[in-house]
């Protein structure tokens, strides 16, 4: 995983509503941005920005059913990021026993 891709995700994550998004969409496997809505009570702009934010750092991925947009999460990409941050941490643990 990039240093850029590990800031996009980091940043995605930062935000509390995100992540809060973010929870809510893994919790149920999949959700229409009507489900969304009614969990995070936001604008529909709001929500769109932030799923658009989400997208953009590979943490969910949409696709269009009829008139529904389902938002589903990518556990990959939280397992991966996890993976870069811990050799990122072992890295430093080893520099700082030098």
Not at 15 to 43: A, H, N, W
């Amino acid at each position: 995983m990039t240093e850029k891709m590990l800031a996009k995700i980091s940043k995605a994550l930062s935000d509390p509503t995100r992540l809060r998004i973010y929870e809510t969409i893994s919790s149920r496997g999949q959700m229409f941005c009507g489900e969304v809505m009614q969990k995070c009570p936001l604008t529909p702009g709001t929500i769109s920005h932030h799923l658009r934010v989400l997208a953009e750092a590979n943490l969910i991925e949409s696709r269009r059913q009829g008139q529904f947009i389902y938002n589903r999460s990518r556990p990959e990409t939280i397992r991966e990021y996890i993976h870069a941050l811990t050799k990122i941490a072992g890295k430093t643990k080893a520099a700082s026993k030098r």
